[in-house]
């Protein structure tokens, strides 16, 4: 046997020995999901009659217009949205590898505001935190920006995009610490209260773009959700 045919052997079998056993799903659980027709339809439809900028005071985003649905509309909402969030529970526990337990794991959960968002060109959200413990954006009109995302030359995240970010930046693509994101209609993602985002400004003309959020906390297990807060805060928590 020649030398070479011997060395090549070797480290053939030394390569078959290597076990693979698994990694870590690590950091926050980040979903997306897609809403029919129907929810969309009446999110926007309640939209309408809300007032404009009600919501202003209490928000981060250089938005003009957004506004605080209504305790009808919020009970309406935590119908239509508690299938999407007993999923993400659900989901949440196949991240971390453990069985979901209805006795330790909650699906129930309280609103504590609920909010829609008419975004025009030039206006934007910086990079920011959500009060509770889940959020959420819904896509309920996107316009297109095709061609000025093709003409952005530049290494953000570009005109229209948004941005999840967490941990620490690093050399190279070991650890990718933002995500970046075209938003899309119907699309929604749930997402850690806590996690860092932004949304980065469209300057296409006569564009708008409209969406949802809203923030929970997760209530014992096994009791009902809710459409809003008790009038005193839970220790710990404010709204």
């Known amino acids: 046997m020649a030398l070479t045919d011997k060395y090549q052997r070797i480290e053939q079998e030394e390569q078959e020995q290597v076990q693979s056993v698994g990694n870590l799903n690590f950091g ?40 605080s649905y209504n305790k009808e509309d919020r009970e309406w909402f935590i119908k239509k949205f508690q299938p999407y969030l007993t999923e993400y529970v659900h989901g949440k526990c196949k991240f971390d590898g453990q069985p979901f337990d209805p006795n330790n794991h909650s699906t129930s959960f309280t609103l504590i505001n609920l909010w829609i968002n008419y975004m025009k060109g030039g206006e934007f959200n910086p990079e920011h935190t959500h009060s509770g413990q889940l959020t959420w954006v819904i896509y309920l009109k996107t316009p297109d ?5 093709q003409e952005f030359q530049g290494t953000g995240l570009g005109p229209g995009s948004i941005g999840f970010h967490y941990g620490e930046g690093s050399t190279g693509d070991w650890a990718q610490h933002t995500y970046q994101y075209q938003p899309e209609l119907d699309g929604m993602w749930i997402f850690p209260a806590q996690l860092r985002h932004r949304v980065n400004p469209f300057y296409t003309k006569d564009a708008e773009r409209i969406s949802v959020s809203g923030n929970i906390f997760f209530n014992r297990p096994n009791t009902p959700s809710l459409p809003e807060p008790s009038k005193t805060p839970p220790p710990g928590w404010q709204y």
């Open 28 to 67: 926050p659980y980040v979903a997306y999901f897609k809403i029919p027709q129907n929810f969309r339809e009446g999110l926007l439809r309640k939209g309408k009659e809300l007032e404009p900028g009600s919501a202003n005071p209490k928000l981060v985003g250089l938005i003009g217009d957004q506004r």
């Open 145 to 149: 920006l095709k061609k000025e995302q």
